[in-house]
């Protein structure tokens, strides 16, 4: 499968390049500064295009060959933000530029308490959502973008995301949040990214997922 990744260099988005490379797919890594992307990662087996996700004229060309585009970008936390919105704003116009439809965008369990017991519905995701304000806010105005669009889309919200060795398994569930999703290692992340692109139940759906 050819896959166009943003914020390849980040965490994340690492993990989703080896992984994808690994599994034999063709992998196109869009950021801002390739030097972020470790090279090792800059083989034959991985296309790197420089552009600003926020230019959609400048990213479309990076799709026009894509079967599916996942995003990894992430907001900068408490403080308020766009980054959510507008990349994502950009990264849709692009895909129906370049006539791709299959969208997997990341974002965060926060957002929503469906399925979870009284601690996390009335005392963790408040406290979440107030301390990362930022991200939270944008993140809910990014998704309404998504579910406006006509792209195949899957959202997966995630816990915690953490920098732990994979644990080679995980919990998902779809329209609702598994019990204790406390924190997820970014690897499981990545791996479970990369099942879903195949995935044509999760479309159109929030897939929660945690350790």
Known sequence: MRIAIFGASGRTGRQLVEQAVA?????????????????????????????????????APALADADTVVSALSGPGRA???????????????????????????TGSMLDATGDGPFFRYIGKPI???????????MR????LIHESDLDWTIIRVPRLTDRPARGRYRIALERNVPREFSLPRPDLA?????????DATIRHHLFVAR
């Open 23 to 59: 599994k034999g797919h063709q992998v196109t890594a869009i950021v801002r500064n390739p030097d972020g992307l470790a090279s090792d990662l800059r083989g034959a087996e991985v296309r790197l295009v420089k552009a600003d996700v926020m230019d959609p004229g400048a990213i």
């Open 141 to 144: 105005r990014a998704e309404h």
């Open 191 to 199: 791996t479970c990214a990369l099942a879903v692109l195949a995935d």
């Open 128 to 138: 979440a959502r107030r301390m990362l304000k930022g991200s939270a806010d944008d």
């Open 80 to 106: 308020p933000s766009s980054v959510w919105s507008k990349s994502t704003r950009s990264i849709v116009e692009a895909m129906r530029e370049a006539s791709v439809r299959r969208y997997i965008a990341i």
